[in-house]
């Protein structure tokens, strides 16, 4: 079992910033490809960032590319989400998880290759 626990959410204004952190326990950490995903009220669930087991990797959304940086610290057990220029479009609760591989630089994409996530932490940005 991996736990996972968002935190840094909260509201914004347009063209501000926030860092999304969200800190693993359990199994060995650096053995899972890491993600984030977002859903706002109505909507599905939708990938935004990927990172492989080595960090080497990494992968966006095209409505996040060049805005958002997914990295990770495999010392600190923990993935980041640094999320700039913020639009009012990116509000939504914002989740991370976490993916077994035993490819160091894999990224996954999809829903279904995740096999843990967290709880969620809302992200609002106003206009």
């Known amino acids: 079992q991996v736990q996972l626990v968002e935190s840094g959410g909260g509201l914004v204004q347009a063209g501000d910033s926030l860092r999304l952190s969200c800190a693993a326990s359990?199994?060995?950490?650096?053995?899972?490809?890491m993600g984030w995903f977002r859903q706002a009220p109505g909507k599905e669930r939708e990938f935004v960032a990927t990172i492989s087991r080595s960090g080497s990797s990494t992968g966006y959304a095209d409505s996040v590319k060049g805005r958002f940086t997914i990295s990770r610290d495999n010392a600190k057990n923990t993935v980041y989400l640094q999320m700039n220029s913020l639009k009012p479009e990116d509000t939504a609760v914002y989740y991370c998880a976490a993916g077994r591989t035993s490819y160091i630089s894999s990224t996954y994409y999809t829903n279904r290759e995740y096999n843990y996530w967290g709880q969620g932490t809302q992200v609002t940005v106003s206009s």
């Open positions: 359990g199994r060995t950490f650096s053995n899972y490809v």
